[in-house]
Nanobody
Framework: QVQLVESGGGLVQAGGSLRLSCAAS????????MGWFRQAPGKEREFVAA????????YYADSVKGRFTISRDNAKNTVYLQMNSLKPEDTAVYYC???????????????WGQGTQVTVSS
């Protein structure tokens, strides 16, 4: 089982940027597809972005396409989510996840971090 720890969350004004990091321990990330999901207060957790084990294929929710970028550095066992042009509706707890298939389905991801809070003020 791989352990995941997110960092980089915080409070930012609308239009600002944040970069989330997800550091892994226990196993190498290089064989896992990785994803980012988020859960806003009172809402279900939703897909944000995913990247294949090689980094060659990426997937995004329509709501973040063009603003967020997922990337990975397998040598550092870390995955990133660069978030630009942030909006108040991006406010949520962001979770990193590791799985076998790079896609939008939460059931494809078996290991999850504890989450990091992102708050975007208007």
């Amino acid at each position: 089982q791989v352990q995941l720890v997110e960092s980089g969350g915080g409070l930012v004004q609308a239009g600002g940027s944040l970069r989330l990091s997800c550091a892994a321990s226990g196993r190498t990330l290089s064989t896992y597809a990785m994803g980012w999901f988020r859960q806003a207060p009172g809402k279900e957790r939703e897909f944000v972005a995913a990247v294949s084990w090689s980094g060659h294929n990426t997937y995004y929710a329509d709501s973040v396409k063009g603003r967020f970028t997922i990337s990975r550095d397998n040598a550092k066992n870390t995955v990133y989510l660069q978030m630009n042009s942030l909006k108040p509706e991006d406010t949520a707890v962001y979770y990193c996840a590791a799985g076998w298939v790079a896609g939008t389905n939460q059931q494809d991801f078996g290991s999850w971090g504890q989450g990091t809070q992102v708050t975007v003020s208007s």
